[in-house]
């Protein structure tokens, strides 16, 4: 079994994060417009999103925005799981005990995404404003349509150079604190919920000799729960980010106006895609990381990780 390098983590993280993130795009994408869309102007639901959208086409529509955040998802994934893996080596050094040291791993996990999020914040806005003006109106004869809106930006770096122009290098952190508060603890719970559901599912032997089937459903099922346990901050994040017409003057203002609008259930908008984006997401995303992890670490069995 090969030695524990500091730069393991980093390489299979980026490589995890970035295939996983092309996996997930889509239903990200309709999360977003579900969750964008505003009171007296939306659609009927995940499935009803879903069919708009895709008539738009894959680029224009399930795609748009993806290709600043494709080409940087590998380094802001390198982060979190660097941090995440390398801080709990600092504070767990038996590699065993490791994968049991549950409070040191929601610990972990609580540091990589308060480190990746530095990078994520300009990153996820760009690409929440451009995934928010696929437009979907609702006529008054009931016909739903959706079109491509004519004025929105053609692309991230269209988007940035508009922003930075018009209202300065600072606001691309627009959102920062919803984003650092949704990242910081969803991450945490990630971490752990991975351990412990694929450490029992190889524990048991509910897997195969590689452990492919538990990481694929620690992953995915990990997504879920820390994508699920901060989604009302997500929601508000991506209403207020999306504004760019100055509806809302600031986090609680949105939060406020959301819930007199539509009560409680719009901060749960977007749970099925949410969902669907977070199990296929996370799933290849830890497969892939855990088992380039093995492969660097020289390991070809689940129980030596």
Known sequence: MAAESPYHDYIAGALGGTIGYAVGYPFDTTKTQLQTQLHGNQYKGFTDAFRHIYRQQWIKGFYRGMSWPLITVGVTNSIFFGVYGNVLKCLEPDREKRKKAYSRIFLAGCLGGAAQSLVVIPIDYIKVVLQSQIRHEVHPSKVVTATVESAMFRGPMECARYICRTEGLHRLYKGAGLTMGRDIPCFGVYGLTYMYISGKMKERGWCDSRGLVADLFGGGLAGITAWLSVMPVDVVKSRYQAD????????????VQSYREEGLRVFYRGSMAICLRSFSSNAVEFMVYA???????GSDHYSED
Do not use: H
């Open 244 to 255: 760019c017409r100055g509806k809302f003057s600031g986090y609680i203002n949105c939060a």
């Open 291 to 297: 088992q380039v992890m093995r492969y660097l670490q």
